[in-house]
């Protein structure tokens, strides 16, 4: 069970950009990151901000959303970068090989529900949701694990 | 002069299964076959392109079509001078299938094997179709990607600038299942704009404000859907007239913003007697786009080459023409020639791909 834990006002695109840049400095490898929201609510650009943050060579960041996963190696390990928009089976998960990047990587994936049972239960859930103003979202994050605490300590401050 | 070279090429990507035979000489090049399995039925119901089915169906499809691509080239498999594949970028999974493939006929022939960038296939196609002379700029707009690159060689790629967020073809999908249009999104928002307005809704033109041949259509796609829904909350749904009202608009946004930047990719292309305007992926099948390019390129005195659709999506002739030329200039692949899911074809620039500083807003 996930429990509501930390709410956060990101007023412009550039106030996410901040967020996840300091949510990637705080990440290792075995994190799990489920981002979630409608589209166009800025889960690909949090994830970029995020992922470009950390790497060693600036590359490009394109949307997984055809290839599914793309992997990165960056200065904290590597990132697995998921969308699962377009799976349907729980089954083409495990051949994505997903499951076992869970152990072996800081995994960012978008439109986590097609993860169904296979959600790792140590997993820190961002929920992005779009407000009035086209450009402010609003950002929650759940978990579980204890670990998270720590973890996020002065993340939003 | 050498001799003509005949390749096999296998493209496995994205959502197609391929395979041909390109032969070519120093003045021209001739498809002896080219045989596509497409998977859009098997993809239909899904909203898109479903990555491990296709996978699978890369697997069991590649040696048939490999096999058709001989019979129809009326061609043994010895009477192959090089096996050309498509190793990246693309679904894992499916650029895997097509490598293994690749290298078991490679042993079995003692062929050499050619590891070709599904992008510089695309790239390279107006020289198969069409003879264009080197320099050329190319609108490659396909899958994930969309850029403008000046093309001076086989292996010879600038990248003027391109999209920093979603691809348009991506734009197309994810407006499509948003009002509630079939997948492919492509055609369904074309035909679904024939009959919209315009000017009913007012999408913005992300980037135009900006110099550079970048562009962005992640902020259009949520300017789209927050139309959608204040339409729905007012309206209780959406009609077919909003339906085809907002494809047009949205339609009407990405054209113009592709054809200014292209007029802007035009300007970075050196002034020559025979500029080539070239376009080639499958959103170049949209006849508003396809319009709107042609008239750029006749604003600057240049010719416009837009390959036979059939050519312009995935397909293997492409990737056996692109080794074809390759071949000439560069040693084969061995056998630990790997999949690669990203593979830029200009690593001179800098990343553009998710760099925007203030994201996706226009």
């Keep these: 069970m996930s429990h509501p834990a930390l709410t956060i006002h990101l007023q412009d695109a550039e106030a996410t950009d901040q967020i996840a840049r300091a949510l990637g400095q705080r990440l290792q490898v075995g994190d799990v990151v489920l981002l979630q929201g409608p589209v166009g609510a800025g889960k690909s650009h949090f994830a970029r901000s995020l992922i470009r943050s950390l790497l060693k060579e600036p590359e490009d960041v394109p949307s997984p959303t055809f290839t599914l996963v793309q992997t990165y190696e960056t200065v904290s390990g590597a990132i697995w970068h998921a969308d699962l928009y377009r799976l349907s089976d729980i089954q083409e998960v495990e051949e994505l090989g997903l499951v076992d990047a869970f152990e072996t990587a800081i995994c960012l994936i978008e439109w986590p529900d097609r993860l169904g049972t296979l959600t790792p239960e140590s997993a820190l859930r961002i929920d992005l949701v779009n407000t009035d103003d086209p450009d402010e979202r609003v950002l929650s994050a759940e978990w579980s694990d204890k670990k998270w605490e720590e973890r996020l300590e002065g993340w939003s401050a | ?362």
């Design chain 2, 1 to 362: 002069m050498p001799p003509a070279r005949t390749i096999l090429g296998l493209e496995s990507s994205c959502d197609d299964t391929a395979a041909a035979i390109v032969r070519v000489t120093d003045t021209d090049a001739t498809i002896l076959s080219s045989v596509v399995a497409g998977q859009t039925d098997l993809h239909a119901s899904y909203g898109g392109v479903v990555p491990e089915i296709a996978a699978r169906a890369h697997a069991e499809k590649l040696d048939i079509c490999v096999e058709q691509a001989l019979t129809q080239a009326k061609l043994p498999l010895r009477a192959v001078d090089a096996i050309a594949v498509t190793s990246g970028p693309g679904l894992i999974g499916g650029v895997v299938s097509g490598v293994m493939c690749a290298k078991g006929l490679a042993a079995a022939t003692g062929k050499p094997l050619y590891g070709v960038n599904h992008l510089a296939g695309h790239a390279l196609t107006p020289r198969l179709t069409d003879q264009t002379p080197y320099p050329y700029l190319m609108l490659l707009v396909s899958g994930g990607h969309c850029q403008f690159l000046l093309v001076s060689g086989p292996d010879s790629f600038s990248r003027l600038g391109g999209t920093i967020d979603d691809a348009p073809g991506e734009a197309f999908d994810k407006i499509a299942r948003l009002i509630g249009l079939p997948q492919p999104g492509g055609p369904a928002i074309e035909t679904a704009a024939l009959k919209g307005d315009t000017t009913r809704f007012a999408f913005p033109r992300p980037l135009l404000d900006r110099p550079g041949c970048d562009m962005s259509f992640s902020g259009l796609k949520t300017a789209v859907l927050r139309t959608r829904d204040a339409l729905i909350s007012t309206q209780q749904g959406l009609t077919r007239q909003d339906q085809s009202d907002l494809a047009a608009g949205f339609q009407a946004a990405v054209v113009d913003v592709l054809i200014e930047k292209t007029r802007r990719a035009f300007a970075a292309y050196p002034i020559a007697p025979n500029r080539t305007l070239c376009v080639a992926g499958g959103v170049a099948a949209n006849m508003a786009i396809r319009a709107g390019l042609e008239t750029i390129a006749k604003q600057n005195e240049g010719t416009f080459v837009a390959p036979p659709l059939a050519l312009c999506t995935d397909n293997a002739a492409m990737i056996a023409y692109a080794a074809a030329e390759q071949m000439q200039k560069r040693d084969p692949d061995d056998m630990t020639l790997s999949a690669r899911p990203r593979w830029p074809l200009d690593t001179n620039q800098p990343a553009m791909l998710g760099s925007g500083k203030k994201g996706a807003k226009a």
